[in-house]
């Protein structure tokens, strides 16, 4: 015959293994949140330097490299040497294609300040083949094609040009989301075909 213990025992392991269980997925449930953390800022630190790199290589490429800048010729009817300048110019290395009606100027002197934009006030001929005529605003300017470029530096009211007295001018070319270009036009002499950059 059997016989059984009245004494009740007390078992503390069970118990000890519960505690020790939750405590092993409290430290999981930690890590998980401490790595989805970690992930999400490596994500966005990735993301900010992709958008910087993007714009920065936009503002550097998307621009006009100008490669020399003249008083207007004397026999140019539609931009006359008294109030126009010339400039040999190509898009900076790496730029993509602009379309001419994107891109506007500012000529800035001691008379005033000249807002314009190309197509309108302001023209563009290919390098080589000078004498075809202006580009049609819509037409898209290459990279590395050289150009040259016609503006007009005066309006009623307001004189830029080689001849109002200035020693100075600066202008500035924008190019549609991209860059822009500045420069001082140092003014040594009203001829025609004078250097000015």
């Not at 330097?49 to 010729?73: I, Q």
């Not at 800035?108 to 302001?122: K, M, P, Q, S, V």
């Amino acid at each position: 015959m059997k016989t059984e213990s009245p004494d009740v025992r007390e078992d503390n392991i069970a118990a000890i293994g519960i505690g020790a269980m939750i405590v092993f997925i409290a430290l999981i449930l930690v890590a998980a949140v401490a790595a989805a953390v970690i992930i999400q800022t490596a994500e966005k630190l990735q993301q900010n330097a992709e958008t910087t790199g993007e714009d920065t290589a936009k503002n550097l490429a998307g621009k006009f490299v100008l490669n020399g800048g003249f008083v207007s010729a004397a026999d140019n009817a539609d931009f006359p040497d008294t109030t126009s300048y010339m400039f040999f110019a190509q898009l900076a290395p790496g730029s993509s294609p602009v379309r001419i009606s994107t891109i506007t100027y500012q000529v800035n002197c001691d008379n005033g300040l000249i807002e314009g934009e190309f197509g309108t006030d302001a023209q563009i001929q290919d390098m080589d083949s000078a004498g075809a005529g202006w580009k049609d605003p819509t037409f898209e300017l290459q990279p590395q094609q050289p150009y040259v470029l016609w503006i007009m530096a005066a309006i009623p009211g307001v004189d830029c040009g080689a001849s109002n007295g200035d020693s100075s001018v600066h202008l500035a070319i924008h190019v549609g989301s991209g860059g822009s270009t500045y420069v001082t036009l140092n003014i040594g002499s009203t001829a025609a075909g004078a250097e000015v950059a």
